[in-house]
């Protein structure tokens, strides 16, 4: 199974930008799609992106679309999610999931310890 490490969190001001990473070890990273996801006090979990092995597959919460971005280095074992104009709604402890299967990522094999967020107003 891949083990994931997710870094790249903190307190930015609304408007502003930050870059997540998520580093994956134990399997071979361009096998596994992808995702970001995240959890706000109170509030169900919610795919925020993902994208599929070879990055032909991406999808974005419309919450999201226009602001933030996925991407994958496979060479590097590492999926980014640059986040560009943020909002005070951002806010929450966000987490990498890794599956085999695109279609399964909400249930996916493998998912980072989670970096807070903090968009402050």
């Known amino acids: 199974q891949v083990s994931l490490v997710d870094t790249g969190g903190g307190l930015v001001q609304a408007g502003g930008s930050l870059r997540l990473s998520c580093t994956a070890s134990?399997?071979?990273?361009?096998?596994?799609?992808m995702a970001w996801f995240r959890q706000a006090p109170g509030k169900e979990r919610e795919c925020v992106a993902k994208i599929s092995e070879s990055a032909l597959l991406i999808y974005y919460a419309d919450s999201v679309k226009g602001r933030f971005t996925i991407s994958r280095d496979n060479a590097k074992n590492t999926v980014y999610l640059q986040m560009n104009s943020v909002k005070p709604e951002d806010t929450a402890v966000y987490y990498c999931?890794?599956?085999?299967?695109?279609?399964?990522?909400?249930?996916?094999?493998?998912w980072g310890q989670g970096t807070q967020v903090t968009v402050s107003s």
């Open positions: 134990g399997r071979t990273f361009s096998n596994y799609a």
């Open positions: 999931a890794a599956d085999p299967s695109y279609s399964k990522l909400d249930s996916a094999d493998a």
